[in-house]
């Protein structure tokens, strides 16, 4: 796991998966956190920087925070900026990616199974719903408890359907990817 000093690493906060929330207090939640363990956070907003000055901005990070919300919306915002196209780039000089709920599953080579959470009417000029690929596994966020998984899964029948594979996630656990090796984990939230 990447060694990270909190206030020696500063945090690009992208929040637009809410943009369209009456009430995103998750973002807040997020951003509130990352301060309080001493990162220095800016939020970058995909709706205002594109192309070159998003770039210019996000390479001047060491971590990209992606909030959660609607994954469909974040993706088509991932593609207006010119984002979606340039993340591997940031990637490859070291800046570490790190998704929340919808910023988990946008990292998957695939957003499909954010249907049976998210509305993909949100995003109505989304021609695809390939993923960041930056996994070769779809995240399945906010899992409850054991004793749930099989009406849970019930609800996810057609990712079985999907040629990868996928890893649910309580609001408790994460999961750490680094050379092409994952290790699931325990926020202990």
């Known amino acids: 796991m990447a060694n990270i000093t909190p206030s020696q690493t500063p945090v690009s906060f992208i929040p637009n998966a809410a943009d369209n929330s009456s009430n995103p207090w998750w973002i807040k ?3 509130d956190k990352l301060i309080q363990l ?3 956070v800016q939020d970058t907003d995909l709706r205002q920087l594109t192309g070159p000055a998003l770039l210019n901005r996000l390479s001047l990070s060491k971590l990209i925070f992606v909030a959660g919300g609607n994954t469909f919306y974040l993706l088509q915002k991932f593609h207006d900026s010119g984002l979606f196209e340039n993340i591997s780039t940031l990637l490859d000089r070291g800046i570490i990616y790190i998704g929340s709920s919808a910023g988990s599953v ?3 080579p695939d957003i499909s199974p954010a249907r049976t959470q998210d509305d993909p009417s949100q995003a109505p000029n989304l021609k695809s719903y390939s993923g960041l690929n930056l996994v070769n596994f779809s995240v399945i966020p906010h899992f409850g408890t ?5 009406e849970y899964m019930k609800t996810f029948a057609d990712i079985y359907e999907m040629p990868y594979p996928f890893i649910t996630l309580t609001n408790s656990q ?3 990817v680094e050379d092409g090796k994952f290790q699931l984990f325990d926020t202990g939230k």
Do not use: Q, S
């Not at 054991?146 to 099989?150: A, I, M």
């Open 174 to 176: 994460a999961v750490w």
């Open 38 to 40: 001493g990162f220095p």
């Open 29 to 31: 939640e997020d951003r």
């Open 146 to 150: 054991p004793e749930d998984k099989p």
């Open 106 to 108: 946008l990292a998957g």
